[in-house]
Structures are given as C-alpha cells and as structure tokens.
T-cell receptor, first 111, second 112 residues
Framework: GIQVEQSPPDLILQEGANSTLRCNFS?????LQWFHQNPWGQLINLFY???GTKQNGRLSATTVATERYSLLYISSSQTTDSGVYFC?????????????FGTGTRLTVIP | KAGVTQTPRYLIKTRGQQVTLSCSPI?????VSWYQQTPGQGLQFLFE???????NKGNFPGRFSGRQFSNSRSEMNVSTLELGDSALYLC???????????FGPGTRLTVL
C-alpha cells in the first residue's frame, strides 16, 4: 500500500499562532484528503486536494503531487482547532478507492 | 443533504459473539468503505462495496465480512469476536473512485 508520513506528531500552540502540518506519501495518488477528528471520533472533511492549493477561512492546503507531499496551514489558531489532523491518500498504482491514512498530528491550542 | 449515518453508535459484546454494524451513505453515493481505528494500528481499510459488489478488500481475517444492498446501505459483520476487535468502526461514502469520501460518526465496539 501507499505509505503516508505526517509531521510533526504533536504540536502545542498558543492561541493566535500559525502552524504548518506536513504529509509525505510514497506513490502517485488520485485522492488526497485532510481531516480533523473531533473528540467523538468523527472525521470532519477539511480539504479534498489531490493537487493544487485551496483555502477555507483560516485553513489552507497545498499539494505538490509531483513531489509527493501536502501541507495544511492553520492561521490564527483557536482552541477549537485542537484535535487530531489526518492526511489520507488513495489511488496509487491500483487506482483503488481505499484511503491510506497517516498516523496524524495531534494539535493542542492553549488559551 | 443528510450525511453518512451509522448505527448503533456504541456496542458492548463478549468474546465469541458476533456483531452487525450498519451504514447509510449520502444519497446518490454508490461506494461505501469501512475502516477500523485502533490506538495501536491507526486507521485501516477493511473493504469497499460498489453497486452491491465488494470491489476491494483490506488485510483482515475472514471473520470480517460485509454486504451492500440495492439502496447502497451497507452492513459489516464480525463473527467470533476477539478482544482485539475493540475499535472505532468508520464508514465512508463517495460517488465513485477518486471522489471525496465522507465519513459517518462511527460505531465504537467494545469486546469484553
């Protein structure tokens, strides 16, 4: 399967700070998604971004597919941004629909 | 549009029992995938169904099985439960391959 590495594993920020989360993957992909997992376990869609750049409010993401990495930017962080952020990729050589997940970045925003 | 729904949300079973989990995808979505999340193994793909056919399968034992109905609703079954099956089971739906996937709230299974 496709290997997905996320960094950093843990991040502690003061409210108002900016952060960059990174996702490296080992194969060409047709699907790349960023999720935020809420305290109850549900995966909340942030971005569907197999290539290019997207922005949604204080969040933005960039995927450079040719170099096999994606970045998630969080600006002016708030305590509600706390939680685990997952990068997931799919496609690869087989073109299958299943997603391969990284181990996540646990973000803690301190007031 | 309603999101992906999963029932039940919580389950407690004992070793050796079997369990059935249900997932209703977003209206119009024909692909339903199942994932298992554990602290040790993270999020792992179980299987995907599309138009009532299993299209892809992860590396799990045969005790894990699933099916999809004509209305795209899906069920997964785990037989002869083991302690290690305790996990959060997540269902995702999408239109088809290479489309954005949307996840349900999950079913948290505890095996005693």
């Amino acid at each position: 399967g496709i290997q997905v590495e996320q960094s950093p594993p843990d991040l502690i920020l003061q409210e108002g700070a900016n952060s960059t989360l990174r996702c490296n993957f080992s194969d060409s992909v047709n699907n790349l998604q960023w999720f935020h997992q809420n305290p109850w376990g549900q995966l909340i869609n942030l971005f569907y971004i197999p290539s290019g750049t997207k922005q949604n409010g204080r969040l933005s993401a960039t995927t450079v597919a040719t170099e096999r990495y994606s970045l998630l930017y969080i600006s002016s962080s708030q305590t509600t941004d706390s939680g685990v952020y997952f990068c997931a990729v799919g496609g690869g050589q087989t073109g299958a629909n299943n997603l391969f997940f990284g181990t996540g970045t646990r973000l803690t925003v301190i007031p | 549009k309603a999101g992906v729904t999963q029932t039940p949300r919580y389950l407690i079973k004992t070793r050796g029992q079997q369990v059935t989990l249900s997932c209703s995808p977003i209206s119009g979505h024909r692909s339903v995938s199942w994932y298992q999340q554990t602290p040790g193994q993270g999020l792992q793909f179980l299987f995907e169904y599309f138009s009532e056919t299993q299209r892809n399968k992860g590396n799990f034992p045969g005790r894990f099985s699933g099916r999809q109905f004509s209305n795209s609703r899906s069920e997964m079954n785990v037989s002869t439960l083991e302690l290690g099956d305790s996990a959060l089971y997540l269902c995702a739906s999408s239109l088809d391959r290479n489309n954005e996937q949307f996840f349900g709230p999950g079913t948290r299974l505890t095996v005693l």
